[in-house]
């Protein structure tokens, strides 16, 4: 019973912060690298930020300097800080999380709604 639950998103001005939080249960969330997409209407899937057990991250040109990936283990919840946020973030935001030796994220969450206005 493997489950990802994201939550955090809303509505938010240009410039603005908001928080995602993911929730993981069921799988050994320190062992997994863990990742946060996004899909905006029209366009395809994107990996925007990840992290590795080890603390190795990793994003997407147009979130640098901008986004922040973190995990807490003891609270089996990872996170993504968006900060100076543009109308283009818009999308939903997804978790997910793969084994180190997966090539692909196997485990999602549902998926949260953020917009950003401008």
């Known amino acids: 019973q493997v489950q990802l639950v994201e939550s955090g998103g809303g509505l938010v001005q240009a410039g603005g912060s908001l928080r995602l939080s993911c929730a993981v249960s069921g799988i050994s969330f320190s062992t997994k690298t863990m990742g946060w997409y996004r899909q905006a209407p029209g366009k395809q899937r994107e990996l925007v930020a990840s992290l590795t057990r080890g603390g190795s991250t990793d994003y997407a040109d147009s979130v640098k300097g901008r986004f922040t990936i973190s995990r807490d283990n003891a609270k089996n919840t990872v996170y993504l800080q968006m900060n100076s946020l543009k109308p283009e973030d818009t999308a939903i935001y997804y978790c997910?999380?793969?084994?180190?030796?997966?090539?692909?994220?196997?485990?999602w969450g549902q998926g949260t709604q953020v917009t950003v206005s401008s």
């Open positions: 997910a999380a793969k084994s180190r030796f997966a090539s692909d994220y196997s485990y």
